[in-house]
């Protein structure tokens, strides 16, 4: 089955800090990888995606991740934090062998100081 | 364009009681649908998986069940409410096939008392 690991359950940070969150999955096939944010009081919405090609995708807000297949990883970054980057962020995996079953991770709570 | 309705916002249920959380989505057809909990900091937990109609993944064991009656149409149900369902549902789609995402309702705060 397939799984996915968030290492860091919180994260505070001032602003202009640099951010790194740490996602790593458990999959034995080829693989979409997701990060979702969900600021306070709204929905989850999609933050970026890979599905192929150039590993090192961009996404909304200056966030970016990388995909290295030899680690099973996907970590979340963005050089400078701002206080509106106060969030939930979530990594999520799904892949054909699971019937493109969309798995999250246990999130990582943002807390962005000003 | 596609959308996602999701309610109630908002629901308070005694135990024992039973559960009805709708789920419609508008604009396409043959969706894949996603009941999701979501506990505090315990992220996000995939209850129910459908890619068609009458066809329902149950993902954990529990005190709830699913039913998706129409294409776009999808049912997170109880019979009787315990107090460890309380919690906040979220539904999903997401295009059938791969390299897809999934885009979220705005979820039903879920207490049962």
């Known amino acids: 089955a397939q799984s996915v690991s968030q290492h860091n359950h919180h994260v505070i940070l001032s602003e202009a800090a640099s951010l790194e969150l740490g996602c790593n999955y458990s999959?034995?096939?080829?693989?979409?990888l997701f990060w979702y944010v969900q600021y306070p009081g709204q929905h989850l919405q999609l933050l970026l995606k890979?599905?192929?090609?150039?590993?090192l995708v961009k996404g909304i807000k200056g966030f970016e991740a990388e995909f290295i297949k030899s680690k099973f990883s996907f970590n979340l970054r963005k050089p400078s934090v701002q206080w509106s980057d106060t969030a939930e962020y979530f990594c999520?995996?799904?892949?054909?062998?699971?019937?493109?079953?969309?798995?999250f991770g246990g999130g990582t709570r943002l807390m962005v100081k000003p | 364009s596609q959308t996602i309705h999701q309610w109630p916002a908002t629901l308070v249920q005694p135990v024992g009681s039973p559960l009805s959380l709708e789920c419609t989505v508008e604009?396409?057809?043959?969706?894949?649908l996603y009941w999701y909990r979501q506990a505090a900091g315990r992220g996000l937990q995939l209850l129910f998986y459908?890619?068609?109609?009458?066809?329902i993944s149950s993902e954990v064991p529990q005190n709830l069940s699913a039913s998706r009656p129409q294409d776009r149409q999808f049912i997170l149900s109880s019979k009787k409410l315990l107090l460890s369902d309380s919690g906040f549902y979220l539904c999903?789609?997401?295009?059938?096939?791969?390299?897809?995402?999934?885009?979220f309702g705005q979820g039903t705060r879920l207490t049962v008392v």
């Open positions: 604009g396409t057809s043959n969706p894949n």
């Open positions: 999959y034995g096939g080829t693989v979409n």
């Open positions: 999520a995996v799904n892949g054909e062998r699971a019937g493109n079953m969309l798995t």
């Open positions: 890979y599905f192929s090609g150039d590993p």
């Open positions: 459908s890619i068609g109609i009458d066809q």
């Open positions: 999903a789609w997401s295009r059938a096939g791969i390299n897809t995402e999934a885009f």
